[in-house]
Each structure stands twice: as C-alpha cells, then as structure tokens.
C-alpha cells in the first residue's frame, strides 16, 4: 500500500504560481512513476505531467514550458511547479504513483485560476 498526500492548491490569478506537493509513504520501494493528473468540471482526468525513478518526464502539450514536475528521492515527494497559469488550468489536481501492484491516488487539491 502506497499512501499519497498532496499539498498547495489554491487560488490564484491569470500569469501566476503554485507549487503543488505530493508526500508518498509506505511501501514506496514499489514506485516506479510518479505524476499529476487533473480533473476539471466536466471533463474527463487527464495527465499533466509524470517523472519516472530514472528522471525521466513527460508534459500534457497544454503544460509544457510552463509547468515542471520534479521528484524529492530522500524525502519521498514530488513537486508540480506551475507558472504562468490560465484560467484553464483550473480543476482538481490528483497525485498517482504507479507501482508494481497497481496505481495509487491521492484525495486531490484544488487550484483555481481566477482574477
């Protein structure tokens, strides 16, 4: 079992900043793949962004330049680094750790993308 806590959503304005965080613990030798995912009124889930054990990332194309994912080895977590955000990037932010006993999710935060 994989426990996923995520941290840092909000509100925030057009051309701002959030950093999203993911805190990962218990049977996290497992994990090969972390990312975040989200869900916007409406709409299905999507991926925003993964990273994998080895470093390696993939962006959503409407993210890419704008968000970073990033992963914290020693202390089990992972960051969403979001910038330059649009009112389109509003909706439900989900933590998912990929393991070699199936996907985990975290509760969500919200961002939301406002003036």
């Known amino acids: 079992q994989v426990q996923l806590v995520e941290s840092g959503g909000g509100l925030v304005q057009p051309g701002g900043s959030l950093r999203l965080s993911c805190a990962a613990s218990g049977s996290i030798f497992n994990i090969y793949v972390m990312g975040w995912y989200r869900q916007a009124p409406g709409k299905q889930r999507e991926l925003v962004a993964r990273?994998?054990?080895?470093?390696?990332?993939n962006y959503a194309d409407s993210v890419q330049g704008r968000f970073t994912i990033s992963r914290d080895a020693a202390k089990n977590t992972a960051h969403l680094q979001m910038n330059s955000l649009k009112p389109e990037d509003t909706a439900v932010y989900y933590c998912?750790?990929?393991?070699?006993?199936?996907?985990?999710w975290g509760q969500g935060t919200r961002v939301t993308v406002s003036s």
């Open positions: 990273i994998t054990i080895g470093g390696s990332t």
């Open positions: 998912n750790a990929k393991t070699t006993h199936g996907d985990y």
